[in-house]
């Protein structure tokens, strides 16, 4: 079965960094596309980035440049790395296994200014 758990959220000030994880097991996480998701407060489920198993990232606007996605293989562990983090990155982020669809519980990000 195929399980997903993110850690690493917490609260930082505006333009601070977090390093989100999201172990991954009953899967090689480098033979599917894993990708990160959030929702803010009051808002819809925003897709972030994601990773194929070639290694390729790739990253919603509102992200880019500041947010890099990587993997350890030997791990089976995905990584957000969130730089110049703004308020309005506030939400809980998931990260999902799209091939089984499988989500993770989430984790809370909260960012103030």
């Known amino acids: 079965q195929v399980q997903l758990g993110e850690s690493g959220g917490g609260s930082v000030q505006a333009g601070g960094s977090l390093r989100l994880s999201c172990a991954v097991s009953?899967?090689?996480?480098?033979?599917?596309?894993i990708g990160w998701h959030r929702r803010a407060p009051g808002k819809q489920l925003e897709w972030v980035a994601q990773?194929?198993?070639?290694?390729?990232?790739t990253y919603a606007n509102s992200v880019k440049g500041r947010f890099t996605m990587s993997r350890d293989n030997a791990k089976n562990t995905l990584y957000l790395q969130m730089n110049s983090l703004k308020p309005e990155d506030t939400a809980i982020y998931y990260c999902?296994?799209?091939?089984?669809?499988?989500w993770g519980q989430g984790t809370q990000v909260l960012v103030s200014s």
């Open positions: 999902r296994h799209y091939r089984y669809d499988i």
């Open positions: 009953g899967s090689t996480a480098s033979t599917d596309v």
């Open positions: 990773i194929t198993s070639d290694g390729t990232t």
